[in-house]
């Protein structure tokens, strides 16, 4: 595991039985704690807020729960990430899983399809790929003498684009328009696709024999990348002895509607945000233009995947305004893969993760009124 260093902002490579300790950093020698900068806290019941009363976002917080119960059967110790897929989902974004092979990325997409009940297609991304066996195409009907329009797995609900750096551009920029307005675009002709609508591409970034890297255009399209990492040993074993006789995934049952999960998209969008909540996402995302390691930062797309990111974060947990610790949590899933390093910074081994995290401990937090749910 790795983590950067709370002084000289270097990463730290250390054994996880280390988390939480506290050491000397082995280049600058300062005391700085370890800890995972992908791990995302979910706030307990315990928390100085209080829950929300509205209904709709109750609602959102019961469905999210059936979710992620249903969906851990399948996906074992991976809580944080699944949470972190509900919020693209709800927030109407697109989820990037970039990760070695065989820890379980087709399962999370083919997990949710099936809690959700909604239709699901799988594509399997290689070189000879063409947009059209995407999209769809028109095929010439002898019958009637007609071109009839074919649907591509495009149209389904949820899309697994597994392998998507080994399918060439072409075929990468024929997901842009559905990513970004819901539709293709075929012969001419406008198709609308059936909403709830979300894509989950996979890559693996260890292997680039034969890959096309994403441009950082359509990487800015992805409203979240996650990255799920090996299980522990107890959750490995557990593994095994559940797939002993059987994949849970083909007893997993729908425990939601596509139709409720619309009802969830459209309470995550009157979570309140507070005036200075919104000011304090803005100064980050600013934060990412200005930084001396940063070549490129946050767009204005940046800012807007946050402040829906952290509304759709609140919701889940059961609350209908936002704070900032809410934005310190998602922001490191929402901005990571959409900043682009001086080649300097990258031969200092510094990442994007740890200017992040530098970046939300620059900015300063704002203090909110006490009457926050009514403001």
Known sequence: MKCPCDHCQQDIEFPDDLLGQQIACPICSAATALYDPYEVVIPTVESERTAATDEATNFVGEVS?????????????????????????????HVLLEDVPGVAKTM???????????????????????????TGASIFNPKTTEFEFRQGPLFAQIVLADEINRATPRAQAALLEAMAERQVSVDGTIHSLKR??????????????GTFPLPEAQLDRFLIRLSLGYPSEQEENLMIERLQLGHPIETLAPVITPEEVLKCQEAVRAVQVHERVRNYMV?????TREHDAIILGGS?????ALFRSAQAFASINGFDYVLPDDVKQIAPAV???RIILRPESRLRKVTADSVVAEILREVPVPTLPDAIGQA
């Open 108 to 134: 999370l997409a083919r997990a949710l399809a099936q809690s959700v009940g909604g239709s699901f297609k799988r594509v399997q991304c290689t070189p000879d790929l063409l947009p059209n066996d995407i």
């Open 300 to 304: 204005p797309r940046a800012s807007l």
């Open 65 to 93: 729960g059936r979710l992620i119960e249903n969906m851990e059967r399948v996906v074992l110790g991976k809580r944080d990430k699944v949470l972190l897929t509900l919020v693209a989902f709800f927030s109407e974004g």
């Open 283 to 287: 100064q980050i995302i600013r934060a």
């Open 196 to 209: 709830p609508f979300f894509i989950i591409a996979t890559q693996n970034p260890v292997e680039h024999e």
């Open 335 to 337: 901005l990571s893969h």
